[in-house]
C-alpha cells in the first residue's frame, strides 16, 4: 500500500476541522479499519492522509429521553452485547450479531459500520477498468458480468452494487437518526436520508460532506420496537452477506397491523425500506397471505439481471417469513 | 476413548494424539515463511490483469521512483534460463509455459513480473505503480463459451483410453427402465491457509529453498532443470505444510524467479503470494459436465453404463483428470461405455486437488444411481447391493478387497436410514423440508516408490528419517508409531524427520500414498534392525543388553520400497526425481478404498436455504494405522464434500475470465456453524493382497461421494433433482 499520513484527533471537532482542512485531497478518517485497510490493501482507496477518529467521538451506549443514544465508536460487538439494546431493540441485536464475524465485530465501529463499502467484486479489483464507483463515468462490469450478489432495487445504469451491511437495516427500519459534527456544527438527521442512490455517480454514497463525521445514532422510544427481528437468509450459517434480509418493527393492535416498518437488505444498492409494503400491510389482519402478499409488494418494480433473478422472489419469501415470525414473538412490554 | 480417539477395531493400530500437535498449536512449528534468513529482501509477484493478448509496453517509471525499490524483473530483464515440462507429461511444472518467457498473455492473473524491494509494502506499492500495458484479445474463459477447443482426452493423454465393454446402444434398448442426464460441477480452487511462498537463500552455488511442498524431492530436481543447474545444489526445507490439497504438488512458476533474483541479488528473497493471486498463479479443480446413461432391468440389475464428460483445461497445458477407471469399476453393469474430452480455455491450468478425479465423477455417477433408484422404485442402498461386485467388471481383474456393502450397512444402521419415507417432500419438521441421501465413496489404492532410513539407538529411542510430508495428515504420528509398534518402543522415544530434500528420497503426499508406502520403507528398515538385533528373531525385553551383544551403540538401516506392478527401479528413479505411481483398476487386480455417506438436509420452506445437520460415513481402507488421525482425515473429506456440494466454486466473468469472488469472503467454505454432527465410523477389513502393510490410504477417500449424497437427499426433501454444483438455494426457489 502506499505511505500515508496518520493523525489523531482528540474530539469531534478537531476531527472535523482536520478532514475539512486538510491540504492533502485523499484524506480519510479511520475507525475500526475493517473497510478502509482492506481496501488499502487492493489498492482501490487509496488515502495520503488518515485522522484516526477512534479516541475523538463517543463511545457510550446511553439514554436519551425514553430512547438510546448510540455513540458512533461503540463496536459492533458492544452494542451487540448491551442488554438494553437486546431487550428494547431485538432487530439491532439480531442484526448485529449476524453480521460479519467476532473478529470483526470486536473492531468495527457502528459509525464505520453503515459506511461500510460495497463488497461488488468489480469495486474490489484495481484490475477491472470498468467501475462508475471508482472511475466515475468507466461504465459497469457488474451489468454484464457475476452479478449474483448484486441489487434488484435502487439500482441504475451506472451501478447495481448491493449495499453490504446489517445494521444499517435495522436503523431503517426503527426510524432511526443520526448525528453529524461538520463544519457548519452538529445535526441530526433521518437515518433514512444518510444514503444516496446509484442514479447520476455512484461513487457518491452519502449525503455526507467533507468534513463531515457521523456521532452517533438515536433510537426511538417506543414499546413497538421490542416486537422486532432481523432475518438474514445466506449462503452459509456465518460470516456471509446476506443474499436479502429483513428487519421488521410490528406495531400490533391486536390480530391486526396498526404499523409495520420493513427494511431489506441484500437486494438494494441502499439501506432500503419498503414503504409500499408497509402501506399495504396497514390496518389489515396479518396472515399467511397478506404476509406473502406485503413481500410481493416489496419489489414491485425491482429489476432483476442475468445471475440475481431469483432475488425478487427470495426476498418476498424473507418478508413474509420475517412478518410471520415477528407476529408470533411473544412480547414482555 | 473420546469421539476424536476411536477404539480400535480389529486391524487397527492405537488412536495415538499427533506428535506434532503441541508444536503447531503452540505457534512453535515453523512454516516454510517462517525461515529464518540474514537480511532478506521482499518480492512480490506482478501479474496480467487481461486474460489474453500481449504486454505492449511495461512502463517502470514511477515504480522506479518509490524508495526501497530494488529491482523489478520482467520478460525485458529476466527471460527463463532453463527447462519447464508440465506435471501432466511427466514434468514438475504446472505449466509448459514458463513465466517472462515473452509478451504473451494466456490467463487472467499470469505472473508477468517480480518486484524486489527492502521490504513487503514497498514492493506491493511498487507492483500497483508498475504501468503494463495490454493489446487484448476477447478470451473464451468458460467451457461454453465461444472459440474453446475441445480434444479427445486419449488422444492428448495415452495413460487416458476410453473404456468400452459390450454393446452400450444394446443394453440400453434392453433395459426396463433407463436414466439419462447431464452434470456439472464448479470449478474450485485449494485455498490452503498457508499462503504460496518462497523463500530462497545463495551460499556460493548452493541454493536454499524454503517453500511449502507436497514433493521436495520432485522440487529438487525439477527447480534444477528450470534454473540449469545441478540438483545437487538445491536444499528444499519444508518441515511443515498448512494445507496443500494437491496445489504444492507441482511449482508454479514463482520459485525459479524468486531463486533467480536471490541470486542477482546477492541476497535472501522472501515472496509471500496474496490470497486473490493463489487463484491463479497454481492449480484448481477444473469445472466438469458430465452425460451419463444407466439402463438396468425392472430388477434393478444394471445393463449399461454410459459415461462422457468434458474437462476445462488451458491452452497451454492438456491437464486430464478422467475418473472412469474409478467410476466404472463400482458397479457390474454389462456394457460400458466412455469418453473424455478436454475443453481448452483461456484459463490457467487446472491441476490435482483432493481427490481430483473422484470428486467430480463420482457426483455425476452417484446421482444417476440415486435417479435410478428412484425410477426403480427401489432403496439406493438395495441398487448398490443388487450390483456389487468383486471384480471389476470394465476388465474382470479381481478387487483385493471390497467392503462398500460393509459401509452401507453400518453408516445405514448409524444414520436410521430404516425410517426413511422415501417419498420426496414426505419429511418435515415444521417449516423445515427434511431430506436424507446417501452416496458410495471409493478411491483407489495407490502406491509410489520410496526410501527411508531408521535409526535405533541403545538407550531405547529410535530416528526416522524420509523427504516425504505431513500436510496436516498425521503422517509425522503414523511413521512413530509404525516405528514405535515395529521396534517396541515407546512412540514418545522416536523422532520423525520430514520434509527436506537432503533425507532419503520420499514421494509426494499425493494419491493418498504416504502411509502404505513409505511405511512399507520403514517397516522394511525395522524389521532390517530387528533382524541385525536380535538374530533369534524375538523381540527381546531388554535392548540394550542386545546393543551390548551387538557391540554396538546404535543401529541404522536404510530401506527401499517399490511396489509391485512398477517397472524395477522404480526407487533408484524416485532418488533421480522421476515419480511413478500404482494402483486402482489394473490390468490384473483391483484395488480401491471404500465408503458409503449418508447426510440429513434441512431446507427451509419459504426461503428455500440449504443445510446439512448430520453426516454419517463408514469407511473401510485395509489396516487403519491410528484411529484418530483416520477419523480426522474422513471428517475433513466429508466436510469438504459439504462445502463442494452447496458452497465452493470459482465465479468466473464470462468477458474477462477473472475469478470474481478471489477472497475467503466470496469464495465460501463451510464454517462452524454449517457443520451439525459428523459421524465417522471404521469398518474393520483385511486385505493381504494390496500391499505389504495391507493399508489402502484414506486422505482422500472422505470427499468422494458426498457431492451426490447431498443432490440426493435435496432431491428427497425438494423433489427437485439438481445436477449442477455448487447447489444453492436459488435453484430450489420453485420447487
Known amino acids: 500500500m502506499q505511505p500515508f499520513l496518520y493523525e489523531r484527533a482528540a474530539d469531534a471537532k478537531e476531527a472535523s476541522s482536520s478532514l475539512a482542512r486538510s491540504a492533502i485531497e485523499e484524506t480519510n478518517p479511520i475507525a475500526g479499519g475493517t473497510t478502509l485497510l482492506d481496501l488499502m490493501k487492493l489498492n482501490v482507496m487509496r488515502p495520503e492522509k488518515l485522522i484516526d477518529i477512534n479516541h475523538a467521538l463517543p463511545a457510550q451506549i446511553v439514554r436519551v429521553g425514553g430512547g438510546v443514544r448510540l455513540g458512533a465508536m461503540v463496536r459492533m460487538a458492544e452494542a451487540a452485547s448491551n442488554e438494553i439494546i437486546a431487550r428494547e431493540y431485538p432487530v439491532v441485536h439480531q442484526a448485529l450479531m449476524l453480521a460479519a464475524s467476532a473478529q470483526i465485530r470486536n473492531m468495527a465501529s457502528l459509525g464505520g459500520n453503515v459506511l461500510q463499502r460495497t463488497r461488488c467484486g468489480y469495486f474490489r479489483d484495481q484490475t477491472v477498468p470498468h467501475c462508475n464507483k471508482r472511475t466515475p463515468g468507466a461504465g459497469c462490469a457488474a451489468l454484464d458480468g457475476v452479478n449474483r450478489m448484486h441489487a434488484v432495487l435502487g439500482t441504475s445504469d451506472q451501478c447495481i452494487a448491493t449495499y453490504p451491511g446489517d445494521f444499517a437495516q435495522a436503523l431503517m427500519a426503527l426510524d432511526a437518526k443520526v448525528e453529524i459534527e461538520g463544519q457548519q456544527g452538529k445535526r441530526t438527521i433521518a437515518f433514512a436520508d444518510l444514503h444516496v442512490l446509484p442514479e447520476r455517480d455512484p461513487a457518491v454514497e452519502t449525503t455526507l460532506t467533507r468534513g463531515d463525521l457521523i456521532t452517533g445514532f438515536i433510537l426511538p422510544a417506543a414499546t413497538w420496537t421490542r416486537r422486532s427481528l432481523y432475518l438474514k437468509i445466506r449462503d452459509r450459517d456465518s460470516y456471509a452477506y446476506a443474499l436479502a434480509s429483513a428487519a421488521i418493527v410490528l406495531d400490533m393492535d391486536g390480530i391486526r397491523v396498526r404499523e409495520a416498518r420493513i427494511a431489506v437488505g441484500g437486494v438494494a444498492t441502499v439501506p432500503w425500506r419498503a414503504r409500499q409494503a408497509e402501506d399495504y400491510l396497514k390496518g389489515k389482519v396479518l396472515d399467511e397471505s397478506n404476509a406473502k402478499k406485503a413481500g410481493e409488494v416489496a419489489f414491485v418494480g425491482a429489476k432483476a439481471q442475468q445471475h440475481n433473478a431469483y432475488k425478487p422472489k427470495l426476498g418476498a419469501a424473507t418478508i413474509a417469513r420475517a412478518l410471520l415470525q415477528a407476529k408470533a414473538l411473544e412480547i414482555e412490554l | ?735
Open chain 2, 1 to 735: 476413548m473420546t469421539i476424536a480417539a476411536p477404539e480400535p477395531k480389529e486391524n487397527m493400530g492405537r488412536p495415538e494424539p499427533r506428535i506434532d500437535g503441541r508444536l503447531k498449536v503452540t505457534g512453535a512449528a515453523k512454516y516454510a515463511s517462517d525461515a529464518d534468513v540474514s537480511k532478506p529482501l521482499y518480492a512480490v509477484l506482478l501479474t496480467s490483469a487481461v486474460a489474453k493478448g500481449r504486454i505492449t509496453a511495461i512502463d517502470r517509471t514511477a515504480a522506479d521512483k518509490i524508495p526501497g525499490v530494488v529491482a523489478i524483473y520482467t520478460n525485458e530483464n529476466m527471460p527463463p534460463v532453463g527447462e519447464f515440462a508440465f506435471f501432466g507429461a511427466g514434468g514438475e511444472a504446472g505449466s509448459k509455459a514458463p513465466a517472462l518467457a515473452g509478451a504473451d498473455i494466456y490467463f487472467d492473473g499470469q505472473i508477468i513480473g517480480l518486484v524486489v524491494a527492502v521490504s513487503y509494502e514497498v514492493a506491493r506499492e511498487a507492483s500497483f505503480a508498475t504501468k503494463i500495458s495490454y493489446s487484448k484479445v476477447a478470451p473464451s474463459p468458460l467451457m461454453e463459451s465461444e472459440g474453446v477447443e475441445t480434444a479427445d482426452a486419449s488422444d492428448v493423454s495415452p495413460r487416458h483410453k476410453a473404456i468400452s465393454k459390450g454393446d452400450l446402444s444394446r443394453a440400453l434398448t434392453m433395459s426396463n427402465v433407463k436414466v439419462e442426464a447431464t452434470y456439472e460441477t464448479a470449478a474450485q480452487v485449494h485455498n490452503s491457509i498457508e499462503l504460496f511462498s518462497t523463500t530462497c537463500h545463495w551460499s556460493g552455488e548452493r541454493l536454499t529453498v524454503y517453500e511449502p511442498s507436497q514433493f521436495v524431492t520432485g522440487m529438487k530436481f525439477g527447480l534444477a532443470r528450470q534454473l540449469a543447474i545441478k540438483p545437487e545444489q538445491i536444499h528444499v526445507v519444508c518441515p511443515f505444510v498448512g494445507g496443500a490439497f494437491g496445489s504444492k504438488g507441482s511449482l508454479t512458476h514463482r520459485t525459479s524467479l524468486v531463486a533467480r533474483a536471490s541470486k542477482l541479488l546477492g541476497r535472501p528473497v522472501k515472496l509471500q503470494a496474496t490470497r486473490e493471486q493463489g487463484f491463479t498463479i497454481a492449480t484448481h479443480r477444473a469445472e466438469t459436465r458430465h452425460t451419463i446413461r444407466l439402463g438396468a432391468t425392472a430388477a434393478g440389475k444394471l445393463l449399461g453404463y454410459g459415461h462422457e464428460a468434458w474437462e476445462q483445461t488451458s491452452r497451454l497445458d492438456d491437464y486430464v483428470v478422467d475418473g472412469t477407471g474409478a467410476s466404472t469399476a463400482m458397479y457390474s453393469a454389462e456394457a460400458i461405455q466412455t469418453k473424455v474430452h478436454v475443453v481448452r480455455t483461456d484459463r490457467n491450468t487446472p491441476g490435482f486437488m483432493r481427490a481430483p478425479a473422484e470428486v467430480p465423477y463420482f457426483f455425476a455417477l452417484e446421482s444417476a444411481m440415486d435417479e435410478l433408484a428412484v425410477a426403480l422404485k427401489m432403496d439406493p442402498i438395495e441398487l448398490r447391493r443388487i450390483n456389487d461386485t468383486m471384480v471389476n467388471p470394465a476388465n474382470g481383474a479381481p478387487y483385493t478387497s471390497r467392503s462398500l456393502m460393509q459401509c452401507y450397512d453400518e453408516a445405514a444402521k448409524a444414520f436410521g436410514w430404516s425410517n426413511r419415507s422415501a417419498a420426496p417432500g414426505s419429511m418435515r419438521d415444521g417449516d423445515w423440508l427434511i431430506g436424507w441421501g446417501c452416496a458410495t465413496a471409493a478411491y483407489p489404492t495407490q502406491m509410489a516408490p520410496a526410501t527411508a532410513r531408521v535409526t535405533l539407538t541403545a538407550n531405547n529411542a529410535a530416528r526416522v528419517q524420509s523427504a516425504v510430508h505431513d500436510v496436516g495428515t498425521g503422517a509425522y504420528t503414523i511413521l512413530a508409531q509404525l516405528v514405535s509398534e515395529r521396534l517396541a518402543i515407546p512412540i514418545e522415544r522416536v523422532a520423525v524427520e520430514l520434509g527436506d530434500s537432503s533425507l532419503p528420497a520420499g514421494p509426494v503426499a499425493g494419491g493418498s500414498v504416504t502411509t502404505a508406502s513409505v511405511g512399507a520403507a520403514v517397516a522394511k528398515a525395522c524389521d532390517a534392525i530387528r533382524a541385525k538385533l536380535y538374530p533369534n528373531g524375538r523381540l527381546e525385553n531388554d535392548m540394550a543388553a542386545a546393543f551390548q551383544a551387538l557391540g554396538a551403540g546404535s543401529i541404522e538401516e536404510y530401506a527401499e520400497y517399490e511396489p509391485e506392478g512398477l517397472p524395477k527401479g522404480s526407487a533408484a528413479a524416485l532418488q533421480a526425481g522421476k515419480l511413478a505411481i500404482i494402483g486402482g483398476a489394473l490390468p490384473d487386480r483391483t484395488m480401491f478404498s471404500f465408503g458409503a455417506e449418508f447426510v440429513e438436509v434441512r431446507i427451509n420452506a419459504r426461503t428455500r436455504e440449504i443445510r446439512v445437520s448430520r453426516c454419517v460415513g463408514a469407511f473401510a481402507s485395509g489396516r487403519i494405522v491410528n484411529p484418530r488421525t483416520a477419523r480426522s482425515q474422513l471428517m475433513g473429506g466429508m466436510i469438504w464434500g459439504l462445502s463442494s456440494a452447496l458452497h465452493e466454486g470459482m465465479e468466473i466473468d464470462v468477458n474477462t475470465g477473472k475469478y470474481v469472488n478471489d477472497n475467503l469472503a466470496e469464495y465460501l467454505v463451510p464454517v462452524n456453524a454449517d457443520i451439525g454432527s459428523v459421524e465417522v465410523i471404521l469398518v474393520p477389513e483385511i486385505d493381504t493382497k494390496v500391499n505389504p502393510l495391507g493399508i489402502k490410504g484414506l486422505g482422500e477417500l472422505g470427499n468422494v461421494g458426498t457431492d451426490a449424497a447431498v443432490a440426493n437427499a435435496v432431491f428427497h426433501a425438494t423433489g427437485k433433482r439438481i445436477r449442477k454444483l455448487p447447489i444453492r438455494l436459488e435453484t430450489l426457489l420453485d420447487a
